[in-house]
């Protein structure tokens, strides 16, 4: 299976900054990856798909780009409702695989 | 605007089988290239998708749970469903089902089902 890897497991930030957030596959998935946030005691909603599509109804601050094996969330300037976990997913080959997260909390 | 609710046992014994089943409303289950979703969530870890199911029968598991698991879809009552067999402590999690574009990523969300497995 594809291995995903969010590093690092969490990070800090304030309000206004702008933030990246990488993923890194295990082997090549061209750009079939999606973004994911989940706040506490939510189901995750999805930002981007194909790598850097942006999900309809989802704020234009939230980015994502890359391929390959590397690809970068980017929230260009952070807002209070932006703090939750976040998740890469990868679509390329079965089994459908999940990075394990990147908790964003308030410095 | 595509809704899903999970139903089902919170608490199941050791041994025993999972069952729960995703109701979906405000879109046909049969319509489109959909594939229908079923992704858990340890207590305070990540996800791991189950599976997935279209209308017309096609299904893939996860290889790390396809001796244990199957998912049907019911068409006439618009929702699908999940079982788990011989369920220890580790299957505890929070279920979710969620609609699936193609095979690819995830748009429509259930809200999660917390199943707990103790005797």
């Known amino acids: 299976a594809i291995q995903l890897t969010q590093s690092p497991s969490s990070l800090s930030a304030s309000v206004g900054d702008r933030v990246t957030i990488p993923c890194r596959a295990s082997?090549?998935?061209?750009?079939?990856l999606a973004w994911y946030q989940q706040k506490p005691g939510k189901a995750p909603k999805l930002l981007i798909y194909?790598?850097?599509r942006l999900e309809s109804g989802v704020p234009s601050r939230f980015s994502g780009s890359g391929s390959g094996t590397d690809f970068t969330l980017t929230v260009s300037s952070l807002q209070a409702e932006d703090f939750a976990t976040y998740y890469c997913q990868q679509f390329n080959i079965y089994p459908l695989t999940f990075g394990q997260g990147t908790r964003l909390k308030i410095k | 605007q595509v809704q899903l609710q999970e139903s089902g046992p919170g608490l199941v014994k050791p041994s025993q089988t999972l069952s729960l089943t995703c109701a979906v409303s405000?879109?046909?289950?049969?319509?489109?290239?959909?594939?229908w979703n079923w992704i858990r969530q340890h207590p305070g870890k990540g996800l791991e998708w189950i599976g997935h199911?279209?209308?017309?029968?096609?299904?893939y598991y996860n290889p790390s749970l396809k001796s244990r698991v199957s998912i049907s879809v019911d068409t006439s009552e618009n929702q699908f469903s999940l079982k788990l067999r011989s369920v220890t402590a580790g299957d505890t999690a929070l279920y979710y089902c969620?609609?699936?574009?193609?095979?690819?990523?995830?748009?429509?969300w259930g809200q999660g089902t917390l199943v707990t497995v103790s005797s």
């Open positions: 199911i279209h209308y017309s029968g096609s299904i």
């Open positions: 405000g879109v046909s289950i049969s319509s489109g290239g959909h594939f």
């Open positions: 082997q090549g998935i061209s750009s079939a």
């Open positions: 194909d790598a850097s």
């Open positions: 969620a609609r699936g574009i193609s095979t690819d990523w995830f748009d429509s």
